[in-house]
């Protein structure tokens, strides 16, 4: 079983903090398939958060395919995420390095830069589209 | 379904005081409702009008469908617990349940018994021996088991201690998830209703300033930093809710229905304090708030 927290200053939405910290602990090994995942009850009690936002997360979960729910038992994961590191992505580490190479040229600074970075990551955070 | 509250024009006088004016709100079942504002907004009389405590002196509402407080049964529908969670000083803990069990014919008094037993709280204890956060979830324990289809709570946390309020706010949470229960809170401290609500309503000056699902008026508002500009300058379909320059410097809180497109400024999210600040603050400064452009709602 795993815990959830939420970060309050974070400015991600609470629901898809739940989600995020899911794929996390898939990409990390800590969920496989056919795992129970906190009953929303649970969560509640442990963050004091709505149900409702909990729920959200977990019909989000399903909508990606990554868990179904059980009618009356709980929410279940349905497959496990591949081990797919940082290191398994480094072409795509060397772009980032190129570009920021370019932001720098471009007389922008590391604020700058996480700023640009930030703004662009959240028109959309979940990669939809 | 039906909706939790709905209010056209409701307005409530006190001799020559506006305590609310003019309140038109639409608000859908099965939200956790923050009620936020400033002392002496008008919290506490939307409240008690919406148990059918007070009568409204103009306008129209109905809570769950029907008038407040019209027949016994839409009593039974709704739960208060009023400002500061008063009990019975001089009754047991055990009394306020058997007196809750008499009062109320849908009482569950196991559900009442078993609270009473994980709270850790002694039946035989007079409430007014209570600390406060105990006194604040014997009221709620009340009003719970009462088994409401909302429950409607005027400033339940303000006098608690952070674990204290923290544990009510759980307490309240756990029975939202087992009973599908509605919630109207109130509170002047927005940090409380962060993670709880779902829905708010801002109320300033007796008026309701802002209402909307929470994770949408997110969404909606930005603040734009950029080189002093007219707010006649921006593009079309943002509307300034309030607007601060320096002599080299503006800053805009704009809200927009679609993404803030591209330009020579920083866009920034808003957190929960920062909008319900900048809407109490527009409403203290109704000469700085001018005619929204372009955007509606």
Same mark, same amino acid.
């Given at each position: 079983?795993?815990e959830f927290?939420?970060?309050?200053r974070?400015?991600?939405?609470?629901?898809l $903090?739940?989600? %995020?910290q899911?794929?996390?602990?898939?990409l990390?090994?800590?969920l496989? =398939?056919?795992? !129970?995942?906190?009953?929303v009850?649970?969560?509640?009690?442990?963050?004091v958060i709505?149900?409702n936002?909990?729920?959200?997360?977990y *019909? =989000?979960?399903?909508h990606?395919?990554?868990?179904?729910?059980? @009618?009356?038992v709980g929410?279940?994961?349905?497959q496990?995420l591949? $081990?797919?590191?940082?290191?398994?992505?480094?072409p795509?580490?060397?772009?980032?390095?190129? %570009?920021?190479?370019k932001? *720098?040229?471009?007389?922008?600074?590391?604020?700058?830069?996480e700023?640009?970075?930030?703004s662009?990551?959240?028109?959309?955070?979940? /990669?939809e589209? | 379904?039906t909706?939790?509250?709905?209010?056209r +024009?409701?307005?409530?006088?006190y001799? *020559?005081r506006?305590?609310?004016t003019?309140?038109?709100l639409?608000?859908?079942?099965?939200?956790?409702v923050?009620?936020? /504002?400033?002392?002496?907004a008008?919290?506490?009389t939307?409240?008690?009008?919406?148990?059918?405590?007070?009568?409204?002196?103009t306008g129209h509402?109905? #809570?769950?469908?029907?008038?407040?407080?019209?027949?016994?049964?839409?009593?039974?529908?709704?739960?208060?617990?009023?400002?500061?969670?008063?009990?019975? +000083?001089?009754?047991?803990?055990?009394?306020?349940?058997t007196?809750?069990?008499?009062?109320n014919?849908?009482?569950d008094a196991?559900?009442?018994?078993?609270?009473i037993d994980?709270?850790?709280?002694? @039946?035989k204890q007079k409430?007014?021996?209570? +600390?406060g956060?105990? *006194?604040? !979830?014997l009221?709620?324990t009340?009003?719970?088991?009462?088994?409401?289809?909302?429950?409607?709570?005027?400033?339940p946390?303000?006098?608690?201690?952070?674990?204290?309020?923290?544990?009510?706010l759980?307490?309240l949470m756990?029975?939202?998830?087992?009973n599908?229960t509605s919630v109207?809170l109130?509170?002047h401290?927005?940090?409380d209703?962060?993670?709880?609500?779902?829905?708010?309503v801002v109320? #300033? +000056?007796?008026?309701?300033q802002?209402?909307?699902?929470?994770?949408d008026?997110?969404?909606?508002?930005h603040?734009?930093?950029?080189?002093r500009?007219? $707010?006649?300058?921006?593009?079309?379909g943002?509307?300034?809710i309030?607007?601060d320059?320096?002599?080299?410097?503006?800053?805009?809180? #704009?809200?927009?229905q679609?993404?803030?497109?591209?330009?020579? %400024? #920083?866009?920034d999210?808003?957190?929960?304090e920062d909008l319900v600040?900048?809407y109490?603050?527009?409403?203290?400064a @109704?000469?700085q708030? $001018?005619?929204p452009?372009?955007?509606?709602?």
């Amino acid at each position: 079983m795993i815990e959830f927290h939420l970060d309050a200053r974070s400015g991600v939405a609470p629901y898809l $903090q739940i989600v %995020w910290q899911v794929r996390q602990a898939l990409l990390l090994g800590l969920l496989a =398939e056919g795992d !129970q995942l906190p009953t929303v009850k649970e969560v509640v009690t442990k963050v004091v958060i709505n149900p409702n936002t909990v729920s959200k997360a977990y *019909r =989000e979960l399903e909508h990606q395919g990554l868990a179904a729910a059980k @009618p009356g038992v709980g929410t279940f994961i349905t497959q496990s995420l591949g $081990q797919a590191s940082l290191a398994d992505h480094a072409p795509l580490q060397e772009e980032l390095r190129a %570009w920021m190479r370019k932001a *720098r040229a471009a007389g922008l600074t590391g604020p700058g830069i996480e700023a640009m970075f930030q703004s662009t990551f959240r028109e959309n955070p979940e /990669g939809e589209k | 379904m039906t909706a939790i509250l709905q209010a056209r +024009s409701l307005g409530k006088t006190y001799g *020559r005081r506006d305590a609310l004016t003019e309140c038109t709100l639409e608000i859908p079942p099965g939200h956790v409702v923050g009620l936020v /504002g400033p002392n002496g907004a008008g919290k506490t009389t939307l409240l008690k009008i919406a148990c059918g405590m007070l009568a409204p002196t103009t306008g129209h509402i109905e #809570v769950l469908g029907n008038q407040p407080g019209a027949d016994p049964a839409q009593l039974a529908r709704v739960g208060y617990v009023a400002q500061d969670t008063p009990t019975y +000083s001089n009754l047991t803990v055990a009394d306020h349940l058997t007196l809750g069990a008499k009062l109320n014919p849908g009482w569950d008094a196991l559900l009442a018994h078993a609270r009473i037993d994980q709270l850790g709280l002694d @039946p035989k204890q007079k409430a007014g021996k209570l +600390s406060g956060g105990q *006194r604040a !979830q014997l009221a709620l324990t009340v009003a719970v088991a009462k088994r409401p289809e909302l429950l409607i709570l005027d400033e339940p946390v303000a006098s608690l201690d952070p674990l204290a309020r923290r544990d009510f706010l759980r307490h309240l949470m756990e029975s939202v998830a087992e009973n599908s229960t509605s919630v109207i809170l109130s509170s002047h401290l927005v940090s409380d209703l962060e993670r709880v609500c779902d829905y708010l309503v801002v109320l #300033v +000056s007796s008026r309701v300033q802002l209402a909307g699902e929470t994770e949408d008026l997110l969404a909606q508002h930005h603040r734009l930093v950029c080189a002093r500009r007219d $707010q006649a300058d921006l593009p079309d379909g943002l509307e300034v809710i309030l607007a601060d320059h320096t002599d080299r410097q503006s800053t805009f809180i #704009v809200r927009s229905q679609t993404q803030i497109p591209a330009g020579d %400024w #920083v866009a920034d999210q808003l957190d929960l304090e920062d909008l319900v600040l900048t809407y109490m603050e527009r409403a203290a400064a @109704p000469t700085q708030s $001018q005619p929204p452009r372009g955007a509606s709602r």
